[in-house]
């Protein structure tokens, strides 16, 4: 599960995996406050393997990072991301990315990291259920496996949930850290497609 926390590290390591960043939980988690200055991290097996920099703006959110291909140097990356909101039926507003892709400018809940920029799936050309490459479809249904364990709500793109009741500490940090390799699994096989 990703972490939010305060500090000044900003290194993307992992470029075999997909980092995705999700406006709903965002949202969810209060985060959506102009001026509000938050690292969004990622973790494999307890260790940090990548984080950003989020800064909320008015109508954009600023992401912060560095980032390297495999065997090239690192790269600094500062851009923004627009926002827009759509009135939601009961009260209140839900927000959305505008995908900051050259040319796209789809409104989307999820961006994904794939080459260098964070863009939306159809940019990279990320597909669901029948275009599910074999590989990605397995590592996808073996986390959702888990997810029913964890009494997480289905589906891997839904993020991850808390600790069930009951469930001792150890065994909840070994479901999530294998949950978490089928899910980074699973995206680096979409994003290859
Ligand atoms: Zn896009």
Not at 3 to 31: A, F, H, V
Not at 154 to 166: D, E, R, T
Not at 173 to 182: F, M, P, S, W
């Amino acid at each position: 599960m990703g972490n939010y926390n305060s500090g000044r590290r900003s290194e993307i390591k992992c470029t075999e995996d997909c980092l995705s960043i999700d406006i709903r939980r965002w949202q969810r988690d209060n985060l959506l406050r102009v001026g509000l200055d938050f690292n969004r991290t990622w973790s494999c097996r307890g260790e940090v393997t990548a984080t950003i920099n989020v800064k909320i703006k008015l109508d954009q959110v600023r992401l912060s990072y560095s980032y390297r291909k495999k065997g090239s140097e690192w790269e600094k990356l500062d851009y923004s991301v627009k926002l827009q909101t759509t009135p939601c039926r009961y009260g209140g507003v839900r927000y959305w990315f505008i995908c900051p892709a050259m040319g796209c400018g789809r409104r989307v809940a999820l961006l994904y990291l794939g080459n260098k920029i964070f863009a939306c799936r159809h940019c990279y050309q990320l597909a669901y259920r029948s275009q599910r490459k074999p590989l990605c479809d397995r590592k996808a249904s073996r986390a959702d496996k888990l997810r029913d364990t964890l009494k997480w709500e289905a589906g891997i793109l839904n993020g991850n949930g808390c600790k069930p009741k009951g469930m001792h500490w150890k065994t909840y940090h070994r479901l999530v850290t294998a949950h978490d390799e089928h899910v980074n699994k699973s995206m680096a096989a979409l994003l290859m497609m």
